[in-house]
Structures are given as structure tokens and as C-alpha cells.
């Protein structure tokens, strides 16, 4: 059975995912929560939830590690929200996507794509925690920003600002539907002069659109062929609606760019993405593709995760898991990981940047593997 449904795994309504994404009847809140502002405010917009004290947002019986209790997980994370503080803060560097991974303001996802690493680390249902200690992490970060002063080189992250990647452990379109941290970190990176904001988003929030991010915040819509994310990302906004949501958000000044992952390997799959990027060129302004960047990341599974998936979502599997396509590598953490041979990928990586290139020349790859 699929968490979403025990027929059909991709369902999704096209217009208001983002309205039905929570309905909110569990939270669970370290002890004295309601000292911050920003908890009193999560709280009060659900005055029925049941509100339930734990020691830490990390050590919750039953949320976390339930991997054989799939049919509960799509509940949870419609039900369950966390509230906690974060403890430490640090800019960790990054350098692929963007320059500085930003301490977590949220962590966890509503939706449930069935590649996900995430909830391999985290327990499967992994529902969003909110942390509310959001002007102790804005603080830190601006004053991080000024310390580095101006970017004086040019790399793939950007050409001129330091890049903080705020979404690293969870979808901020959705966490930006349970409280105000979101909007926060955008209004931050619209005034701090040499820093921005920059996430990667499978949800299109029609909401991000009220705020003003004065080109300070960076939107990642992730993309890949509409067939094949029917298989795979669940309880997430049809691909065409993403498309088509890439020209409001510029509208509304945020810059766009567009995470081509992850991208599957399958008969037909590079025609799939020919017709996926000409979609693209054809479903936005020369305004939106003149400042458009990509990202490319070819798929890497899990052996773990693909026998949990093959007990919910084989359909999936049939995608993800292809042993005559891919080789496994041990992790630094003992697992197996499965990723395309490495002499076909790298052609495979060249054709799918050619494409790119002759299908929306104006868009530059920031980076591909
Ligand atoms: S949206 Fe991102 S974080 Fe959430 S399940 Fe999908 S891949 Fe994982």
C-alpha cells in the first residue's frame, strides 16, 4: 500500500496541494516552548491540535525509524508538527549549490518522493519540526554574511553574492505554510547586501509570491519528465504547475533557477527530457529563461531504501532500481549506494547538458553530475 493511497501512488489534486498538504491535529513541543514568540504564534493557529511536551524535538517515540510502518507515514506528516529550538547554529561551506549550507530553521518534509535520502537518515515519516528560535538564527546569519564582506571572485554558486542554501533538510515552499520563518529569511536576504538565500523546491507556494525578496532569495524548482515524477514524487506539485509557476516567481523578484534531478535513466528517458525542457522553453518569458540557471544531478539510490520501497511503491523501483545500469559503492556509513556506471553516465551527463544547450541556450549549467 502507498501512504497516500492504497491505489494509486502518484494521485495528487493539481491546483491546492499546498491547502492540503497539513491539517495539523499533533503538536509535539519541548518544554517551555512558548517562551519565543514565533512557537506561541505555530501554536495559536491550531488552538484544537493536541499539544504534547517532549524533552527534545529529537527523541519522539514512534515519529522516527518506523521504516516498516509505511502506512502511517503520509498520516504523520499531515498530522504532526514539531516545535523546538535550535541548539547550534553554524554556516557550514558547501560550494556545489551554493557557498554556505544556513542552520535549519525547519527540518523534515511533507511530501514523500520515493528517492528521498532524507528519511533514510531520519526515520521515515520525518514530519517538519518548526524551530522557533527563528530571530537567534537570522541574527547569526546576517552577521555571518558581513563577516565574509564582498564576494570578490566569481564561482558556481553565483557570480557576485555569497549563496546560503536554507532548505538543506526540508522543502521551505512547504514549511512556509506552518510559520513565518520563511518569510523571515526572505525579507533577511533582501536587505543584506552581498548574501542570498537559495532553495530547492518539488511545491509550488503561490503564498512566497505575497512576499517581496527583492532578487534576494534564490528558488530552485526542481523538474524532471512529467511520467517519470508521477512514479516517483509523492505528494508533490504536478511538473507543469511548477513550470508554470517559474514566471510568477520571477514577477514577484525572486530569482529562479531551475534543479534538473533527479535525473532517471530508463529507455526514452533523454526524449522525455527533450520534451520536458522544450516545455519549459516554450511555458516562459525570455525575461525568466535570460536568468535562468541549472543544476544537474544524475539519480543515486540506496539498497536499503529500495527494499523498503518495494514493500509500498514497487512501481517506483522499476525506475530507480536498475542493477544493469548502475554500480554500487559502499558509504562512509556502511550502506550500499547505487549510482549509473560511471562510464555511461559521464556520456550520458554530456548529452543531457547538450540538450540544455540547444533547448535553452540562455541557461547556464552550474554544475553537472
Ligand atoms: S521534497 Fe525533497 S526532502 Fe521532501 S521527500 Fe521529496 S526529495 Fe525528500
Not at 511533507?110 to 541574527?139: D, H, L, Q, W
Not at 536499503?304 to 525506475?319: K, T
Request: some cysteine.
Amino acid at each position: 500500500m502507498t501512504p497516500e493511497s492504497a491505489t494509486s501512488p502518484s494521485r495528487r489534486v493539481p491546483t491546492d496541494l499546498a491547502d492540503r498538504l497539513f491539517d495539523i491535529r499533533t503538536i509535539y513541543h519541548e518544554a517551555g516552548i512558548e517562551r519565543f514568540e514565533r512557537a506561541r504564534e505555530v501554536l495559536d493557529r491550531h488552538p484544537d491540535a493536541e499539544r504534547v511536551v517532549v524533552p527534545s524535538h529529537t527523541a519522539i517515540p514512534g515519529l522516527y525509524g518506523n521504516a516498516g510502518n509505511v502506512d502511517d507515514w503520509v498520516r504523520i506528516k499531515r498530522e504532526v508538527l514539531v516545535l523546538g529550538e535550535k541548539k547550534s547554529l553554524t554556516a557550514r561551506p558547501n560550494g556545489r549549490s551554493s557557498d554556505w549550507i544556513a542552520p535549519s530553521t525547519a527540518n523534515g518534509c511533507a511530501m514523500a518522493c520515493s528517492y528521498c535520502y532524507v528519511p533514510r537518515r531520519k526515520g521515515y515519516a520525518n514530519p517538519v519540526t518548526v524551530f522557533a528560535n527563528i530571530e537567534r538564527i537570522t541574527g547569526y546569519l546576517e552577521r555571518h554574511a558581513a563577516r565574509q564582506g564582498p564576494k570578490t571572485e566569481p564561482n558556481q554558486c553565483d557570480p557576485v553574492d555569497w549563496v546560503y542554501d536554507i532548505g538543506e533538510n526540508s522543502d521551505c515552499s512547504a514549511d512556509a505554510l506552518l510559520s513565518d520563518n520563511v518569510r523571515d529569511l526572505v525579507e533577511l536576504f533582501g536587505r543584506i547586501p552581498n548574501a542570498k538565500a537559495s532553495f530547492a523546491t518539488k511545491l509550488v507556494n503561490r503564498r512566497l509570491l505575497e512576499l517581496d525578496p527583492r532578487g534576494g532569495t534564490r528558488v530552485r524548482f526542481s523538474l524532471m519528465p512529467e511520467a517519470a515524477s508521477k512514479a516517483v514524487d509523492i505528494r508533490t506539485s504536478p511538473v507543469a504547475e511548477r513550470i508554470r509557476a517559474l514566471d510568477d516567481f520571477v514577477d514577484a523578484g525572486y530569482e529562479v533557477h531551475l534543479n534538473l534531478s533527479p535525473v532517471i535513466v530508463h529507455e526514452g528517458w533523454l526524449d522525455e527530457w527533450a520534451g520536458l525542457l522544450q516545455q519549459v522553453a516554450d511555458g516562459t518569458s525570455a525575461r525568466t529563461r535570460a536568468q535562468l540557471a541549472a543544476e544537474v544531478i544524475f539519480l543515486t539510490h540506496n539498497e536499503d531504501l529500495h527494499e523498503v520501497n518495494l514493500g509500498w511503491h514497487p512501481r517506483g523501483e522499476e525506475l530507480l532500481w536498475r542493477p544493469d545500469l548502475q554500480q554500487a559503492k559502499r558509504s562512509q556509513s556502511g550502506q550500499w549506494n547505487v549510482r549509473y556506471k560511471s562510464t555511461w553516465k559521464s556520456r550520458w551527463v554530456g548529452q543531457l547538458v547538450d540538450l540544455l544547450g540547444e533547448t535553452l541556450p540562455e541557461c547556464r549549467v552550474r554544475y553537472a553530475f
